[in-house]
Each structure stands twice: as C-alpha cells, then as structure tokens.
C-alpha cells in the first residue's frame, strides 16, 4: 500500500478552496438561524428537497455548507455534514444508524469520550456492544458473521498509539455489508479511508483541522451509495431503505439528517465553521511540519531521556507498531507521543517542570500540550477500561506543535532530568 501524502496538492487545493478568487476571499459568514422562501411552492419544494436551499439553520447552513464541501473533498467524500464538536459528529453517526437491540463493533482504544458514549450513553438506549483489540480478528469477523450494525475505529489509537490494519478492517466491513465509520481526528491528510473503501470518515476538527484552538467542531464525511448492490440495501438496514431508494448516492446525508440532527440538533454554527476553515486553510503546511518534529522528538528523548522516563512513538524501533508504521503511515502518523513515568507522582513532577509546553486537555493544537492520563481525562474509568485502553499512572500524553522540536524536546529533558 502507498500511502504517501502529496502535501503541495493539498496546499494548493485547501487554500483554493477556502478562499474565492473573486469578491471576499475569506469566507463569508451567514450567522442566520431562518430563511425567507419566495413562495408556498418553494416552501414545499424545500422541504421536499427538491429545491436546494436553506432550510433553517439545524439543519444546514450556508457557511456549514461552503466547509462541508471543502472537507469532502479533502477526503475523497461526496458530502459532509458540519457538527457541533467531534463528539456531535460521532453520535450524530451512531444514533443515525443504530437502534435498541443492534450491536456496535468497537476495535482498538479510543477517546474517552467515544468510550462512554458507546459503553454508558448508547447502552441506556439499547444499543449493546463488544471492544476488541486492533488485531483480533478473530473476533471481528465471529461479529461481522452475527450481524453487527456498525464497525468504529480509530485512526491512531489515543492515548495507546496503536496503530490498526486500516485496510483489511475496511475490506472485511466490506465482506460482510457492514458499515464502518473511522475517526480520522489524529491523521487528517495522512490517512483517507474513503478512498480505501470505508463509508463514513468522522473528525473532531476542535483539533488538527484548526490548529487554532478557536472553534469546537466536527464533521462527518460519506463515501457515495452504490445505484445497485450497495451494503445500506443489506436487509439489516431495513429501515433505512425508504431513503436510499429515494435519496440514491447522496443518502447517508439525508440519513444522518432526518434521523439525528433534526432531533437532536448537533449542528455547527456559522461563526465555528468559519474559524475551521481558517484553520484548514494551512492544514497541509502544519501536518507535514508537525508530523516530521514529532519523529525527532521522539528520537531526542529515545537517546537522551534519563533512566526512570521512556518515550512512546511509533516511529522507535522499540515500538510493536514500528513495522505498521513505515508501511502504512509514511508521512507519520499524528501529533500524538506519550511519556512512561512509572508512577503518578513522578509523571506530575515532571509536568510541573516544564517551562514551554502547555498542559491542557486538547490535541492537535498549534503549540505542544501535555496531560496526565489517569488523574484527568480517564480519572472515571475503572482498572479493567484503562488496562484496554493502554492507560496507566505514570503516563502522560503529549501533543506536539508547530514549535521548534530541538526547544521542545529540550523542555522534556531538563524536566525529567531534574526528577
Ligand atoms: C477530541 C476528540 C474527539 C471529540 O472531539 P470534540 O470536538 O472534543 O467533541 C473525538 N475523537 C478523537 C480522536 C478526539 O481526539
């Protein structure tokens, strides 16, 4: 598989795209919540969706449109619908496709947040599930066989750094008509499963696609539905088929619309969706540039961190997913690296040491952000959860920015020296 991003293609089209090359050329922001129809006819046309414009604002707006558009093609996509964060994005696409008594696939370790929702929120709902490891496949296919409804995974493995057989889990969700949604949050430009067969591609875009930090925001991204023979015609997707026949290629668009976000409305708004796309603009530049720092920081601290302090990359030849990385993540695989300090206290010591990087909670941000793990973000889940998702005390996560990597790995060294 080559997998190589052409970085100065995606430079060109992202700022193309963003911007117009006549009138404004930022974008414009349409803040509007309603909009006048012409007459009753349009109205009905509207609604109908046979007459393409705005509706009311949940469910779709102007400058949500002009990033929709930008992000499908980004992706290889035929549409996209904006969210109001990643986790909107994500529930949006659960609740579209699932309902009590269907059964969720989750492989690998994933964000918290996804965690709960599919372990305490969906199961409220009825909806049961399973988590495996990235290569159990085993188990992927013993559920694919029983009749899951959706697959999800995750990119890059956040916090744990594992990184999955993207295409083989693609081909087998295939195999069996299953649809399959990844978060594509770390590796925007670097991964693109639509053009390796998946259906759904979801984003948290508060991260890598903004770099900013100024706006919360998702999206999902969809590949087109096949006019014959396509898995939403499978006969578990039985409740689904009124739309497909009506909507064609375009439906999980009106799936995802008329089954989530007109009830419970996780909708972006214009003035975020406006902030992502300054943010996407110089989204190719900022990978390439994040993507090779991390790679050296992670070498740094592999040659120079001080007994008691080791360094996670993928990248390291310590690493079990070194092989998987060079061959299917060769332009890197996220701004993500973790440190081992062995226990609580010596990871806390260290982070109140540091001088330039930030501690925060985010990822994907334009500056390098730290946190510890277990006293934070998964300070609720139990020792069976945080075993599989590859969290223990003495780790901390590390997102790496647009600094100077030799200033950043020197910040990690004088700390965990002074341990
Ligand atoms: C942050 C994050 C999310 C959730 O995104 P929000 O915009 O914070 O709702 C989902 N998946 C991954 C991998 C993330 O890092």
């Known amino acids: 598989m080559n997998n190589t991003t052409d970085f100065d293609y995606f430079n060109t089209l992202l700022v193309h795209s963003v911007g117009s ?53 980004m992706e290889g996509g035929l549409g996209a619908i904006a969210t ?40 409220r709902f009825g909806v049961t599930n399973s988590f495996c490891e990235v290569d159990d496949f085993v188990h992927i296919e013993d559920t694919l066989k029983r009749g899951v409804k959706m697959v999800i995974f995750e990119s890059v493995g956040n916090p744990s750094l594992t990184l999955p057989d993207v295409q083989r889990i693609i081909d087998l969700c295939n195999q069996y008509e299953t649809v399959v949604m990844i978060d594509n949050t770390a590796t925007p430009l670097l991964l693109r499963p639509l053009t390796m067969g998946a259906d759904i591609v979801v984003h948290s875009s508060t991260k890598n696609m903004s770099g900013h930090s100024a706006a919360l925001g998702g999206v999902a991204v969809f590949r087109a539905v096949k006019e014959e023979g396509d898995k939403l ?27 989530a976000i007109r009830d419970y409305g996780m909708t972006a708004n214009a003035f975020g969706s406006f ?28 040659e120079k961190l001080p007994e008691g302090v080791s360094v996670n990359h993928p990248s390291l030849l310590s690493s079990p997913d070194n092989a998987r990385y060079r061959s299917d993540f060769p332009d890197g695989c996220g701004p993500l690296l973790s440190l081992d300090c062995g226990t609580k206290e010596r990871a806390f010591a260290l982070l109140n ?17 730290a946190l510890h793990m277990t006293s934070t973000i998964y300070s609720d889940f139990n020792e069976e959860a945080r075993k599989f998702l590859g969290v223990h005390e003495g780790l901390i996560r590390v997102s790496i920015g647009l600094e100077d990597p030799e200033t950043i790995a020197e910040d990690f060294l004088q700390a965990a020296k002074a341990l």
């Open 84 to 123: 109001s964060s990643g986790m909107g994005a994500i529930s949006m696409v659960c609740t579209a496709f699932l309902s009590a008594g269907d059964e969720l696939l989750c492989i690998g370790g994933f964000f918290g947040g996804t965690y709960s929702l599919v372990n305490e929120t969906l199961a």
């Open 21 to 73: 090359s006549t009138g404004p050329i930022a974008p414009a922001i349409m803040p509007s919540a309603a909009f006048g129809y012409e007459n009753a006819e349009e109205a009905e046309g509207i609604f109908s969706a046979t007459v393409n414009k705005p509706l009311y604002a949940r469910v779709g707006n102007p400058t949500n449109g002009k990033l929709e558009g930008i992000v499908a093609k």
């Open 275 to 302: 902030m992502t796309m300054i943010g996407l603009e110089t989204l190719s530049l900022r990978v390439e540039r994040v993507n090779k720092s991390v790679e050296k920081i992670a070498a740094i601290l592999d």
């Open 353 to 369: 040491k540091l001088n330039t990087v930030i501690l925060t909670a985010n990822i994907g941000d334009n500056r390098t952000l």
């Open 233 to 259: 015609l499978n006969p578990k997707y039985a409740d689904l088929h009124k739309i497909v026949k009506k909507m064609g290629k375009k439906s999980f668009i009106p799936i995802c619309k008329k089954r």
